[in-house]
């Protein structure tokens, strides 16, 4: 099932003499397909509905109007919930009561991450009866296409997930914690006339969505009984609590027009100001979209609608819905509204404007390398496609790259951007950090106006500038933007709309699309329950015998009018992006074995670059273990690493006491003349040269450059630590430059007895490295052409650390 293989390679595998020598129980594809069908597990059937569309256009062979039938599969997202608070796969990564964190002891700085640290869950158990579990829906949709290279046939799917469920797991396609909810229907609606083509679709969505959501309206109001992972059965409210959608999908599930905002009453002509407006109505918007006894919309209602951009939907879903605000449920968006949107879109096209393209290409190919950055060899200008990755892959180093090529307000405008995008990427954020958010969104919108001087932008009257205003509310309101990124649904449609199509005979797919996703989750499912079963605990075999634990309902959650809030003090250090002074320990890790066995003194020197190896390793010797001790001789031999990998523990501790581990890779690694040639690659690093060092910030620290990586011989230490030749930069200074804010370092040289001058170079233990850097070149107003990208290191003396080479670079600089 999982080998994506066609039924006709299943029977001819089968067919394999090999195989039918295993004297397997089934024989062809069909009898394998009902011992899949036997699973001893079930999930959520299916349903499905034909609907007849009578279009506004005449059928000439009929005489009345022209039709079109769709279908509408779907599965009652209450079993849907009912399977994931129940899988016992998430017990150590569920939360089912609202939590109070903080940063600081005195509770002033509250943290938010998870959905069950937010206003919206607080507000809402307290609505609830006594005893009530809250389950935090969360949807999502979006079209894909199926076919490749041609034909024109699309899915429209709808994703199911819960807000109990960490986001950390939530994210992970490979855990299976976002279900397929159903498929909406796909249709040009060329029945109806181009006039009414648009609002009839969304008629059509929200028609199909009504049925959809149906079961959670009783669900939502009264409650239902169900056996959550941990092994307790609790009454769970679900209630729609976010809506994970590009922007086009917002206004259609807000029925507006996209020159509006789906969430608050900002008017067209005012989205570039940075002025907050008074959100839009449920209710209200509601009542204007409910017709009269007669059917019809009222001339109030109408002019009602037209002045708030809403258009005449008949029967929105989310009117009926409990306890549900639909125009608080749209989360950020950082992929569309900043990556693609306002970054790649305007900002980076503003700057190149101003630059020229060819200024741009040329800084971009003289850049450092580094193992995180992808390296334009030929720049930017000539990508004709831009995805997500290569605007993630511009941000790490726009604001270093474009100093002096365009003015400085610029640069601050495009600083304060990236910022806010790299502040808003934290895993969990403190009411601090969200006032620090707000201030460089400020800094943004106060800097903006040089773009108009240059003449490439008037008014700034941008949709997606204008919702990233909404980032602020929206992040105490829900959460964290990386639990809701649309990136995860269109990885999903590979595995739940793509493949199933090719497994199709293309022909009525639909129908065989949802087959095939059941068995593939049969299969899932009954592995899981294998797996569970070898790693069963006492209470946990409780639950798979007959007798399964049972809890007083309200047991996990009880509410006391002299004490409403539940405050958890959470350490510094587990916080997250926000600063933090304790100290994190490190592994560091070496291949098995040395890619560059017994290499002499002078492939140290000529091959590595390392020119003052033998003076550097005499004072380390010589410090480490007493003068004269170990003598160093032109004839050892060392054992040379091509890199290290630094394991770094982000600041945010996730949902079930583990950490995430983030893999940094440090090189020392001369060119090779094989068949396939490939640079050097000589990185940069920060090191600990004081006990002052702390978790943030750049002081006790240096920059250096690692030449070699290498152990001592065996015969003057066999239990020596690995070490590394570095030359020095010089030391940061406290305060940061003015535009870039940007510490400056230029590599630092010492006289040589002939008068002339080489690096500062020393050898230093491996584990003072506490993480790669990355180094800009300061190019001034016009890049030097003789630099390259392999020399850039000899040729520049000034350059600027980089604090966008990862958010947690950004976080610790």
């Known amino acids: 099932m999982d080998s994506e293989v066609s039924q006709a390679k299943i029977d001819g595998f089968l067919k394999l003499r090999k195989i039918s020598a295993c004297q397997l129980s089934f024989k062809g594809k069909r009898a394998f397909y009902k011992h899949v069908d036997k699973l001893p597990v079930d999930g959520p059937g299916w349903n ?14 009929t005489g009345g109007k022209l039709t079109e039938t769709v279908e509408v599969w779907w599965r009652d997202p209450v079993d849907c919930i009912e399977e994931l608070i129940g899988n016992p796969m998430f017990k150590n990564f569920m939360g089912y009561a609202p939590l109070k964190e903080y940063k600081d002891k005195l509770k002033n700085d509250q943290l938010f991450n998870e959905m069950w640290t937010t206003n919206w869950w607080w507000d809402l158990q307290k609505k609830l009866p006594k005893g009530a579990t809250i389950s935090g829906v969360i949807l999502s949709s979006d079209k894909t296409i199926l076919t490749g290279f041609s034909g024109d046939k699309e899915a429209y799917p709808v994703y199911l997930t819960i807000g109990n469920i960490a986001k950390g797991v939530r994210r992970q396609p490979s855990k299976h914690a976002t279900v397929l909810l159903g498929y909406l229907p796909t249709t040009k609606l060329l029945c109806f006339s181009k006039k009414k083509r648009n609002l009839e679709g969304h008629n059509l969505f929200h028609y199909c969505m009504s049925k959809i959501v149906e079961p959670l309206i009783n669900a939502g109001k009264e409650g239902v009984l169900m056996t959550c992972a941990d092994g307790y059965i609790r009454k769970i409210f679900p209630i729609l609590a976010a809506y994970v959608a590009d922007f086009p999908e917002q206004c259609l599930v807000a029925c507006c027009q996209q020159n509006y905002c789906p969430i608050c009453k900002c008017p067209p002509d005012r989205r570039g100001e940075n002025t ?37 939907v008949d029967g929105p879903f989310w009117a009926t819905l409990p306890h549900t605000d639909m125009f608080s449920c749209f989360t950020p968006d950082l992929l569309h509204q900043i990556h693609k949107g306002v970054f790649k879109s305007h900002v980076l096209k503003w700057c190149t404007e101003i630059a020229g393209e060819a200024e741009l290409d040329e800084r971009f190919k003289r850049l450092p390398r580094h193992p995180d950055l992808r390296h334009f060899k030929k720049g930017i200008s000539h990508l004709s496609q831009w995805s997500g990755t290569e605007a993630k892959e511009v941000e790490k180093v726009f604001v270093g790259l474009i100093l002096d090529a365009v003015p400085a307000e610029a640069v601050d405008a495009t600083r304060a951007l ?48 204008h919702m990233i205003s909404h980032y602020l509310e929206l992040i105490m309101l829900l959460g964290t933007p990386d639990g809701y990124n649309t990136e995860s649904p269109e990885r999903l449609h590979i595995d739940m709309a793509k493949k199933g199509y090719r497994a199709s005979s293309k022909k009525n797919f639909l129908r065989q699309m949802t087959a095939w996703l059941v068995r593939k989750e049969k299969v899932h499912q009954f592995s899981c ?24 309902l309200g047991e996990n959650w009880d509410w006391d009018d002299e004490d409403e809030d539940v405050d958890v003090d959470v350490d510094e250090e587990e916080a997250s992006g926000d600063d933090s002074d304790e100290e994190e320990e490190q592994v560091q890790r070496l291949a098995k074995r ?6 002499s003194v002078d492939d140290m020197e000529a091959v590595l670059g390392a020119h003052d190896f033998m003076g550097c390793l005499k004072k380390y010797l010589d410090h480490t273990y007493g003068r004269g001790k170990l003598i160093p001789s032109v004839h050892d031999c060392f054992s040379v690493y091509k890199r290290v990998t630094i394991d770094l523990t982000p600041f945010h501790k996730n949902i079930g006491g583990t950490k995430q581990v983030l893999k940094d890779v440090v090189r020392a690694s001369p060119a090779t003349k094989t068949q396939n040639p490939k640079p050097a690659f000589f990185d940069t690093a920060l090191i600990k040269m004081s006990e002052e060092a702390q978790v943030t910030g750049i002081q006790g620290y240096e920059v250096v450059h690692v030449k070699a990586i290498f152990k001592l011989p065996v015969h003057m230490d066999a239990t020596a630590p690995p070490l590394a030749y570095v030359e020095h930069f ?15 370092v230029s590599k630092e040289f010492k006289h040589t007895a002939s008068g002339g001058s080489k690096p500062k170079a020393s050898i230093v233990p491996l584990n003072t490295i506490r993480c790669s850097c990355h180094l800009i070149p300061k190019f001034g107003k016009q890049v ?7 020399t850039i290191f000899d040729d520049c003396r000034n350059f600027f650390i980089n604090d966008f080479i990862s958010t947690y670079h950004f976080q610790i600089l």
């Open 276 to 312: 907050l407006f008074p959100h839009r109505n449920q209710a209200e918007i509601a009542a204007l979209l409910t017709p009269g006894s007669d059917g019809q919309l009222s001339l109030e209602q109408k002019a009602g609608l037209a002045s708030c951009g809403t258009k005449p």
């Open 418 to 465: 990236l910022d806010f995008l790299y502040v808003s990427q934290y895993q969990s954020l403190s009411s601090s950090a969200l006032e620090l958010l707000k201030s460089h969104l400020d800094d943004f919108h106060a800097a903006k106006h040089i773009f108009a001087e240059y003449g490439q932008h008037d008014t700034f009257n941008i949709p997606k500038l």
């Open 784 to 790: 030097d052409l003789t630099w390259s990208s392999d």
């Open 529 to 552: 329950f294998l797996e569970w079963l070898s790693t069963v605990d006492p209470a946990m075999q409780a639950i798979a015998g007959e007798t399964p634990l049972t809890h007083e």
């Open 48 to 61: 499905s509905e034909e609907i007849t569309i009578t279009g506004d256009k005449p059928d000439p062979s």
């Open 594 to 599: 040395p890619s560059m066995p017994s290499t």
């Open 730 to 744: 010089s030391v940061p200074p406290h305060e940061r430059h003015i535009n870039t804010l940007m510490y400056e």
